[in-house]
């Protein structure tokens, strides 16, 4: 029984977000909103897990979904009143209420822009709460992540506090600092519904125009974390504090970092059907070639198993290190490497990606798409994965690639700096291939590191592949931290 364990009864946890895998996921929230709510029912938690109902959510999914009710309940300042319906679906033991309302739902991939995903988030804040009264399902915590579910704390301790639910404690966890949800005073005093003295600089204002979502939340919440030590250490500095930096020194008191695992169901290369050839650590060296020559075939890329293939799995934004990658990319590639890249986002680095696929044909694939399928061949069939980042609160696809025997090559910042420990060429340990500072020279440098390694010393290489693959990066160990914490809220 691990320490934060209750005696008495179940833990009661509501997750309250907008994205959780399998239903809707667009970057590493989705995936944490899925993987760790099974960790803490593993641990014993009674979980529920309240999300948007979106449009975008497939039919197979939505099929699957139980009426469980709806009701009326009042938002703006004007005080329109808006239907709420819950659905509902279990899903592995743990419970998904998903919060309907087309007026809102309807739009988007599932964000829109910023003016349109305020008005929803402060409605899907406001009754995500309503539904757990409605329900009549309790919670002793409720674990809100990011600026869409920040006004949670904030409702819970004002316009609920009075009322059952207002008895639960609250976290509120930053998964990305970089969106916060900023919008004029007015727009978000009308949505919200909230009383004046909220929009204050202690609560949401920001300036004499501006209101901030998160920045409420971080000051209403009871416990906040982020997913990584580091990174808790860096969004209390200037550089990554995104304007919060000293909001959040003022509540680090309450501020906790909780490194993010995967769900190793999922990430399993011995089980996974998605790839050409599965494998465990016993025949990975050989399965990796197999998966490799498979990648190579399905992109159009030149097939032979000696290529040093590296990947790169992630939103296109300037926050992955895609400029430092731009830099390098014509000096990095010589005659020995191949490029595999699938992510969308930003145009100029979808278009940068799509001229070097026309520049290197057969020796780089540019994806320009999201792929779970294409995700998970990638990660097999390529030796080094690329996360060259100029932030990264914690980051999942280096986890993965650990687990499936790829080597990571990555900033040392936030969790990337916590999860891949550097290769020590004295000592031969060492997870990955890094760097410090945000320079273009040292990533081409533990590039060209990771290169050599793999030509001139492969013993070596294999050696760090199968020690990635037994690196335990599953949930167990941070769902037993919060856990605790929870226990701590609890008392
Ligand atoms: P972030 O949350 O900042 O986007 P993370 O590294 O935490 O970055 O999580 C990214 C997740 O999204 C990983 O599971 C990764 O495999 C997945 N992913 C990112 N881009 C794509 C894509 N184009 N196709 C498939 N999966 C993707």
């Known amino acids: 029984?691990?320490?934060?364990?209750?005696?008495?009864?179940?833990?009661?946890?509501?997750?309250?977000?907008s994205e959780c895998y399998p239903f809707i996921k667009t970057g590493g929230l989705g995936d944490v909103m899925y993987a760790l709510p099974r960790a803490l029912l593993r641990e014993g938690c009674e979980v529920r897990v309240i999300m948007p109902c979106y449009r975008c959510i497939p039919d197979r999914f939505k099929e699957r979904m139980v009426w469980r009710g709806s009701f009326m309940m009042d938002l703006t300042q004007d005080g329109r009143t808006y239907h709420v319906g819950v659905m509902e679906s279990v899903l592995d033991g743990?419970?998904?209420?998903?919060?309907?309302?087309?007026?809102?739902?309807?739009?988007g991939n599932p964000y829109t822009g910023l003016w349109e995903d305020i008005p929803k988030y402060c409605y899907f804040s406001k009754a995500a709460l309503a539904a757990l009264n409605f329900m009549d399902w309790i919670p002793d915590v409720i674990h809100c992540h990011d600026w869409q579910a920040a006004l949670v704390p904030v409702y819970l301790r004002t316009l609920f506090s009075v009322t059952p639910v207002g008895a639960a404690r609250s976290v509120l966890t930053i998964h990305n600092l970089r969106f916060q949800g900023i919008c004029s005073i007015e727009h978000l005093k009308y949505w919200t519904g909230l009383p004046d003295?909220?929009?204050?600089?202690?609560?949401?204002?920001?300036?004499?125009?501006?209101?901030?979502m998160f920045k409420g939340g971080l000051a209403y919440a009871d416990r906040i974390t982020t997913v990584s030590d580091t990174y808790a250490g860096e969004i209390q500095t200037d550089f990554y504090g995104e304007g919060l930096n000293s909001h959040l020194s003022y509540h680090r008191e309450k501020l906790k970092g909780i490194v993010n695992g995967i769900d190793i169901d999922i990430w399993n290369s011995r089980t996974d059907k998605l790839l050409h050839a599965a494998y465990g650590e016993e025949n990975a060296l050989q399965a990796k070639k197999l998966n490799k020559k498979a990648l190579q075939e399905r992109l159009g890329l030149a097939v032979d198993e000696d290529k040093f293939v590296v990947g790169l799995i992630s939103r296109l934004t300037d926050q992955k290190g895609l400029d430092l990658i731009n830099t390098i990319f014509t000096e990095m590639m010589d005659e020995r490497i191949q490029v595999v890249i699938l992510g969308t986002g930003d145009p100029r680095y979808e278009d940068a990606f799509r001229y070097y696929e026309s520049a290197y044909k057969g020796q780089v694939c540019a994806y320009i798409k999201y792929d779970e399928s294409l995700a998970h061949q990638i990660y097999a069939g390529a030796d080094a994965l690329l996360v060259p980042s100029l932030f990264e609160p914690c980051g999942l696809t280096q986890l993965i690639a650990m687990r499936y025997g790829t080597i990571p090559i990555v900033r040392e910042t936030g969790g990337l700096k916590d999860t891949v420990e550097?290769?020590?060429?004295?000592?031969?340990?060492?997870?990955?291939?890094?760097?410090?500072?945000?320079?273009?020279?040292?990533?081409?440098d533990a590039v060209r590191r990771a290169e050599w390694l793999y030509f001139e010393d492969r013993g070596r290489w294999d050696a760090i592949v199968l020690r990635d693959m037994e690196k335990d990066v599953s949930w167990e160990h941070s769902a037993d931290l919060?856990?605790?914490?929870?226990?701590?809220?609890?008392?």
């Open 94 to 107: 743990v419970t998904y209420d998903f919060i309907d309302n087309r007026e809102f739902f309807d739009w």
């Open 482 to 491: 919060y856990l605790k914490l929870y226990g701590e809220l609890k008392g």
């Open 197 to 212: 003295y909220l929009f204050d600089y202690a609560v949401f204002k920001v300036n004499d125009r501006e209101a901030n």
């Open 422 to 444: 550097p290769y020590n060429e004295y000592t031969g340990e060492g997870n990955g291939f890094t760097f410090d500072r945000y320079r273009a020279d040292l990533l081409l």
């Open 1 to 17: 029984m691990s320490n934060g364990k209750l005696a008495d009864r179940a833990m009661k946890v509501a997750f309250i977000g």
